[in-house]
């Protein structure tokens, strides 16, 4: 596979079960596990941090999320991203704290699918905690204008049990 056919099915519709994340740009990209596998994986150390006070760091493996952008031709405008969950939490991120930002399948050598309810997680130096999307299932770029405010792109349901 080469970054120019990883992803890009055929029949989209029909072939949803095996489908980790959607990555959307200017194209549209449906990844499962073995495509993520097939992008090159970095390992990085970070410390998730609540607004609480509460941290855990740890050691995170997965694919940077530039080189997941790379894949759909991030739009030249982009300047933030919407991390879906499919808990139906969403967080927005500026493109900036991105850029050293992972979508994780691995922490501290296991296998977050078989230690959490979970299998990805975006992790990453500049991302708050609260940002720090489990489960996520769709990355979106967006590109706001200056009067735009990301905070209404969010649905943060801190209060939802599910992944919180
Ligand atoms: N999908 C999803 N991701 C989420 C949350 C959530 O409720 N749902 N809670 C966030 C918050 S507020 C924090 S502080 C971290 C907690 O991560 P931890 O449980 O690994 O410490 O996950 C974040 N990611
Ligand atoms: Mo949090």
Do not use: F
């Amino acid at each position: 596979m080469t970054r120019d056919t990883i992803g890009r099915r055929t029949n989209p519709a029909t072939d949803t079960d095996d489908i980790d994340i959607v990555v959307l740009g200017s194209e549209h990209l449906s990844l499962t596990r073995a495509d993520l596998d097939a992008l090159s994986n970095v390992t990085r150390e970070c410390t998730v941090t609540c607004a609480s006070g509460e941290r855990t760091t740890a050691t995170w493996t997965g694919v940077p999320i530039p080189d997941l952008l790379a894949c759909v031709t991030d739009p030249a405008a982009t300047t933030h991203l919407r991390l879906l969950s499919d808990d139906g939490y969403c967080a927005c991120v500026g493109i900036v704290s991105a850029v050293d930002a992972l979508v994780a399948v691995v922490r501290d050598g296991e296998e977050l699918a078989t230690v959490e309810r979970y299998g990805t997680r975006v992790v990453g130096p500049d991302i708050d905690g609260e940002r720090s999307v489990k489960g996520v299932a769709r990355i979106e770029t967006v590109a706001l204008g200056a009067d735009q405010v990301p905070d209404e792109l969010e649905t943060l349901s801190l209060d939802d049990p599910r992944y919180g």
